[in-house]
Nanobody, 123 residues
């Protein structure tokens, strides 16, 4: 069992930055692929970025490449999402998720989810 708790969301102006954190419980955290998803009002939830348990493999949504960076610290059971050059289109609830599968962007392949943290980017 893994429990995930996100933090770091908030309101930021366009062009600004935010850093999201996701703290995980469970001694097997290091074996999980971790992902960040987001859901904007009226839109489907989408995978923004995912990282393998070693950190060697990653997936990035095209629209965030070069702006967002995901990292993990297995010693601290934490993953991070550094978001730079934010735009209003990045406004959404951001969710952290854990999967025992290889790096994937498919929601149904994630076994555990956090409660989400709101990110709002003003223009």
């Amino acid at each position: 069992q893994v429990q995930l708790v996100e933090s770091g969301g908030g309101l930021v102006q366009a062009g600004g930055s935010l850093r999201l954190s996701c703290a995980a419980s469970g001694r097997t955290f290091s074996r999980y692929t971790m992902g960040w998803f987001r859901q904007a009002p009226g839109k489907e939830r989408e995978c923004v970025v995912a990282i393998s348990w070693t950190g060697a493999r990653t997936y990035y949504l095209d629209s965030v490449k070069g702006r967002f960076t995901m990292s993990r610290d297995n010693a601290k059971n934490t993953v991070y999402l550094q978001m730079n050059s934010l735009t209003p289109e990045d406004t959404a609830v951001y969710y952290c998720a854990a999967s025992l599968r290889v790096v994937t962007r498919e929601q149904y392949e994630y076994d555990y989810w956090g409660q989400g943290t709101q990110v709002t980017v003003s223009s």
